[in-house]
């Protein structure tokens, strides 16, 4: 096949801009992200040699070697692992086959430090060009004849061409013909820019990988043969270990397997940054062995930042399963419950067969303990943290808070554990509560009830701010009530299973009737006054809310006096057995259900506007009294529908006709500013 000449996905060529014009300076780190896919690639091959041993027969000691040439300007980066045919450097290196790829793209542009992140999204290969004028990728995948070139300048274009059969000695190291295809694995070939040829100094390349790369488990090597002087100064200074002609550059043992008395906390931070291509720092981080029935070991990082795919329908998490040192996946469903998937890291089982299928895994009974066993540990660690800095848990809680609650339907295990750890906005919440930052514990919230508060009153919406203005919460306020915030669009399905805590049940303010006055006797004194008055009908409301009934017919299930109501005239309720108002907002917005219930609409006896109203019914229904039947009432009957289209806007609702609502207005205004000349 002829050299092809194709386009980058219009996100890769977005991407690819944002690369070659950043100006971070830590460019070094493209160095870690190409070892690091490197050995990605050799595990991947290790796995597959389980099943298919002819795979890696010719060359079983897995290895990454670089290669710096000061007279080409080059550096290579060469593995012997998997590889790639046609199609996969296609799709591997010209597009990113993945969900939220624009949305990333946004990202990155949004954010000075934007790339940052494109380890994280799995592309560090890109990298490179922060770097490098061109790059050029040889590779022939294991068990095919055919190797494959892909090159490109970053400027929106590549080419994909066959090549002949690769270097002589089959070690895929690079140092035969250059311009061909190893036997097997990859070779990264970095025409560097004139002004990063630092890089091509293999002392400065010696500290960059004990740097950023010695807990890889394949070693990382200097081909000597290619280097200067510079070398053997830098090998003396560090220590390299000799190779035939290759230097070993990093420790190349498992970091999870070493004692933890061996490890610096800059080596457990740069292997965090290694499994989760992030650049963040680790939040929280578990290293541990687990011996008895099953034995296992794991090295597991809860991140400080949330990555931008968290809630990405696929839901993966980000931690590696290996079989006694042999990677086996990174896309295990049974390892971490879908809950936990900002956890990266990796696990390690001395139990499993190395050569089962990713299917049966699944349901391999060892893994659910395993499963189990973490998830315990990372839970019981979390709620430690949040017991011991409740600041910092605070901010961890705004970031990850969102997906542990899932853990409250999905797992009936865990959930007593998990509604421990929950923090919620309140109406009262401050920087002293357990949470910190604002946030309250359920554990609080119940210590400081009222006496006579038999529920634990919340309010669910889409923005918290906004929530805090809800009519419905007025009547709460006053009498000292706190009522949770619940802003999250994953509160509505785990309080219909959770349903209580501490035996109060949770209920919604925005339901059924509000049972203030049980509480009115533990309210202040202030409050006290507030409670009494509260709900007591003005004259002629009676008369004023039969009226309304009569005005809106349908449009509402029911019209009554309203005791949650302090400040505003009007507002809507669901009936005690009816959904939750934002639940079934939410539904109709995904076509779940066709059509909205009715609501009740309470109206505030004490407000000025519903005195009012009822003073002129009680005035024009003594003139209209000898009228004859079925004469209507206008202004009336407009500030009737008027207090529904109000109601409705407080709550966030759509009006049914804008265009009528907007009429009424208008007449109501023209009204009060006198009679028409």
């Known amino acids: 096949m002829s050299e092809q000449k194709l386009s980058f996905q219009a996100e890769v060529s977005r991407l690819l801009d944002i690369v070659a014009h950043s100006l971070y300076s830590n460019k070094e780190i493209f160095l870690r992200e190409l070892i690091s896919n490197a050995s990605d690639a050799c ?4 796995y597959a040699a389980l099943t298919q ?23 290579t980066v060469a593995d012997n692992g998997i590889g790639m045919n046609r199609d996969e450097m296609i799709e591997n290196l010209g597009t990113i086959a993945r969900s939220g790829t624009a949305a990333f793209v946004r990202e990155l542009e949004d954010k000075p430090e934007g790339v940052n992140l494109i380890g994280q999204f799995g592309v560090g290969f890109y990298s490179a060009f922060m770097v490098a004028d061109t790059v050029e990728v040889l590779s022939r995948r294991a068990g095919e004849s ?20 690769g270097d002589g000695d089959g070690d895929g190291d690079g140092n035969g013909d250059k311009g ?20 091509l100094d293999p002392a400065r390349l010696e500290r960059i990988v004990r740097t950023y790369s010695d807990h890889i488990a394949v070693p990382v090597t200097l081909a000597t043969g290619a280097t200067d002087g510079g070398a053997e100064e830098g090998g003396a ?55 008895g029935v099953i034995e296992y070991s794991g090295l597991i990082y809860l991140p400080s930042a949330k990555p931008f795919d968290l809630f990405q329908p696929e839901r993966k998490h980000g931690v590696k399963l290996y079989v006694r040192r042999i990677f086996i996946t990174d896309d295990c469903e049974g390892l971490v419950p879908p809950y936990l998937r900002f956890l990266r890291g990796v696990i390690d089982s001395e139990d499993l067969p190395l050569n089962i299928s990713r299917e049966i895994l699944q349901t391999n009974p060892v893994l659910a303990k395993i499963r189990a066993a973490v998830t315990k540990r990372v839970l019981s660690e979390i709620k430690k943290q949040a017991e011991k800095n409740p600041e910092d848990y605070a901010a961890f809680w705004d970031n990850f808070g969102p997906v542990l609650k899932e853990g409250l339907y999905e797992d009936e295990g865990q959930r007593e554990t998990l509604i421990e750890l929950a923090r919620f906005a309140s109406t009262r919440a401050s920087g002293g509560d357990s949470g910190g930052n604002g946030a309250v514990g359920l554990a ?30 007025e009547g709460f306020a006053a009498k000292g009530v706190e009522v949770l915030l619940m802003s999250d669009p994953v509160d509505e399905f785990w309080l219909p299973v959770v349903r209580e805590y501490q035996g109060k049940a ?20 202030g409050e006290k006054a507030a409670a009494e008055n509260q709900g007591k009908a003005g004259p002629g409301t009676d008369a004023l809310i039969a009226f309304v009934k009569l005005a809106l ?3 509402v299930k029911d019209v009554r006096a309203s005791e949650r109501l302090t400040d505003s005239p009007v507002c809507l309720v669901a009936d005690e057995g009816d959904m939750d108002m934002h639940l079934e907002r939410l539904l109709k917005q995904h076509n779940q259900i066709d059509q909205a219930s009715t609501r009740i609409l309470e109206i505030n006896p004490k407000h000025p506007l519903i005195q009012r109203l009822a003073a002129e019914l009680e005035t024009q229904g003594a003139v209209a009294a000898d009228a004859a039947e079925g004469d209507a009432l206008p202004p009336l009957e407009e500030a009737a529908r008027l207090l529904l289209d109000q109601a409705r806007i407080l709550e966030g609702e759509p009006l049914p006709d804008p265009s009528a609502f907007a009429g009424r207005l208008s007449r109501l205004v023209a009204r009060g500013f006198g009679p028409e000349s």
Request: charged share 35%; glycine share 8%; aromatic share 10%.
């Open 43 to 46: 595990d991947r091959l290790r």
């Open 53 to 75: 041993p002819e795979l890696a027969d010719a060359d079983a000691d897995y290895k990454i070697t670089l290669t710096s040439d000061a007279e080409a300007g080059t550096l």
């Open 146 to 165: 055919q190797g494959w070139r892909w090159v490109s300048d970053g400027r929106g274009d590549f080419t994909v061409a066959e090549i002949p059969d």
């Open 180 to 199: 061909s295809a190893p036997a097997r694995g990859t070779r990264v070939v970095l025409k560097l820019k004139k002004e990063q040829e630092e890089f």
């Open 237 to 291: 200074e560090e220590g390299g270990a000799e190779e035939g002609g290759e230097r070993v550059l990093n420790a190349a043992s498992a970091l999870w397997t070493r004692p933890k008395s061996e490890i610096s906390e800059a080596q457990y931070k740069e292997f965090y940054h290694h499994v989760a291509h992030a650049f963040d720092e680790p939040w929280l981080r578990l290293h541990f062995k687990a011996e």
């Open 444 to 473: 609080d919230y119940v210590a400081r009830m009222p006496e006579g508060q038999e529920a634990i009153y919340y309010i669910s919406g889409e923005d918290a701010a906004a929530l805090r203005k809800s009519p419905q919460i």
């Open 506 to 525: 949770f209920k919604s303010v925005t339901r059924g009737g509000a049972d203030l006055d049980k509480i009115a006797d533990a309210a202040k004194d």
């Open 553 to 555: 017919k349908d449009e």
